[in-house]
């Protein structure tokens, strides 16, 4: 069975940071895209950052040069590095897990909430 479970979300002040991690089970993690996916109340879930097999990574730019996604394939473990948080950033966060050869093999994450506020 195919299990995503991140973790790290929470209540955090306009401003700060926090880091979100991801565990899978059930994948060979080292060929599968990981990446971070958000989705606020009333909003359309939207990528926020990917990390390929090879360590390359893709960030949607509204968090370009705040957030930070890594990988640690021996933990098969993904991470998200959030620093600077703004309120429009409230949202439950999603782990996904994508072969990189097979892209329909596509898993998801229960989510967790992050909510940014004071």
């Known amino acids: 069975q195919v299990q995503l479970v991140e973790s790290g979300g929470g209540l955090v002040q306009p401003g700060g940071s926090l880091r979100l991690s991801c565990a899978a089970s059930?994948?060979?993690?080292?060929?599968?895209?990981m990446g971070w996916y958000r989705q606020a109340p009333g909003k359309q879930r939207e990528l926020v950052a990917l990390?390929?097999?090879?360590?390359?990574?893709n960030y949607a730019d509204s968090v370009k040069g705040r957030f930070t996604i890594s990988r640690d394939n021996a933990e098969n473990t993904v991470y998200l590095q959030m620093i600077r948080l703004k309120p429009e950033e409230t949202a439950v966060y999603y782990c996904?897990?994508?072969?990189?050869?097979?892209?329909?093999?596509?898993?998801w994450g229960q989510g967790t909430q992050v909510t940014v506020s004071s």
């Open positions: 996904n897990s994508r072969h990189r050869d097979y892209p329909y093999r596509n898993y």
């Open positions: 059930g994948i060979i993690f080292s060929v599968y895209t």
């Open positions: 990390i390929f097999s090879g360590g390359t990574t």
